[in-house]
C-alpha cells in the first residue's frame, strides 16, 4: 500500500530522529520521555512515593519515566483505550475512562486522590487542522475534567496541547482551576510540531 506523502515524511523523521535513537538506546519506550524528563527537570514534578494518573499511556513512556521518579513507595496509575505491555511498577487499566466503570477502576487503582495527573493524549492526526485541532483540545478538555476530579488539593495537572483554535480557551479553563499555569516546549518535541505541555499547579478547591 503506497504512503502519503506525511506519513513517508514522518517515518524518515523518526528514523533519522536523534531522540528515536537516544530513547532505543536507553531503554525507553518513546522518545515522549525525554520531553517529560526535561519538564520535571525544570518544575520538579515528581517526588519519591507520589499517586501518579497517566491518562493516554500507550505506549508506556510517560509511565516508565514516572514509575522511576516515585519510586517503590510510589503510585503509578497509567490508562488508554489502547494495549500496553506491562511495565514494572505501573498499574495499567484499559478502556475510556469517560465510562463509569473504567472511571471507577481508576479511582479504586489509585487508592485515593492523585498528587499529579500526566496526559501526552492527541488524536489519530488526519493531517486537516481543522479536524485534528478541535480533536485534541477535546482530549485536554476531557485531561482537565479528569484531573479536578482526581486530584489533590494543590495537585498538579500536565497535558499536552496543540497552538491553534480553543487553545485560548482552555489556558483560561486552566487558570480559573489552578493557581500557576506555565507553558512548556521541551527539546525533544519536533520543531515544525505545534504542540505544547501546560502544566497547572496548586489545584484550586471550590
Known sequence: MARSKSSQRW???HFNDSWVAKAQAEGYRSRACYKLIEINDKDRLFRSGMRVLDLGAAPGGWSQVAARLVGDHGTVLASDILEMEPLPGVTFIQGDFRED??????????????????????PNMSGSRAV???????????????????LEPEGRFLVKAFQGEGIEEFRRSLHDSFRTVVTR????????SNEVYLLGSGLKMV
Open 185 to 192: 516546549k521541551p527539546a525533544a518535541s519536533r520543531p515544525r
Open 11 to 13: 517515518l524518515q523523521e
Open 101 to 122: 466503570e473504567v472511571f471507577q477502576q481508576i479511582l479504586a487503582a489509585l487508592g485515593g486522590k492523585a498528587d499529579l495527573v500526566i496526559s501526552d493524549m492527541a
Open 132 to 150: 485534528d485541532q478541535p480533536r485534541a483540545m477535546y482530549l485536554a478538555e476531557l485531561a482537565l475534567d479528569m484531573a479536578k476530579t482526581v
